[in-house]
């Protein structure tokens, strides 16, 4: 005879399955909160954004990108879910917004607008092409600019931290798509390459004129990482140990901003 416990049903996990967004959200995120001084503002900007992050895989599950059996079984939970993730985020977002200097309510604009391109991708069921990729590293990493702003550090440096974590980011995108078999059968090393190759020159482009010496200090860990995937791809079977590369190369590119950021808190 079966348990009570065994005849629960067992529901399906609501959360983001798309592990490497938490990273590219997360620690751009931690490094504009400890470059400046926090106050109730940028808390509550940062709250909202983790609200809506999590309300990306109910709407997934009932625009039925997880499957019609998952819409039909989830429906009802999910739409629960994204309408309370959905409140929570606009209710924490106003308040940040409200409480927020008027440098960091402009500052919220830009990471909104592109939030909702990305929205729109993802209703076209554009989300997992490449440039679909590369629009949500951006944005995850964009939320951080408002953030970083309303914690005391000024504009220039915020913009080019969030330019920093997008040139690195996107740089990592193509090569991190072409671990596996049949999508390292098709690509070349030319090909896997060229990401890293247009973030360094876009770095060094930009030094002296926008970019600090830390600036291009801080991108190096990523596009140098895009090289070494380019080049030497791992074997698809040792994913976890890429994955552990990554984060490597995002804390170092975040050590680098922090103390930007802490050099010019106003």
Known sequence: MESPAAELPRHRSLAPREHGAYGQLAVPMLAALAGGRPGPAPLLLAAAAWALFFAHEPALVLLGRRGARVRVEEGRRSAARLWALGAAGAALGGAGWMLSPPAARWAALAPALLGAVFAALVALGLERSAPGEAL?????????????VASGIGVPP??????VWSIG???????VRSIGARRRAGSSVAGRLLPALLGAG?????????FTPLDVAALAP???????????????????GVGWSIVGSTLLTAAALVAAGRGVVT
Do not use: E, H, K, Q
Not at 136 to 148: C, R, S
Not at 158 to 163: D, G, K, V
Not at 169 to 175: D, E, K, N
């Open 136 to 148: 949500a590293a951006v944005t995850l990493a964009g939320v951080a600019f408002p953030i970083a």
């Open 222 to 240: 990523l596009v140098l990482t895009s090289a070494w995937l380019a080049v030497a791809p791992p074997d698809p079977r040792r994913l976890r």
């Open 158 to 163: 915020s913009a080019r931290a969030w330019l």
């Open 169 to 175: 980011l996107t740089a990592l995108v193509l090569p």
């Open 202 to 210: 876009l770095g060094l482009g930009l030094f002296g004129t926008v």
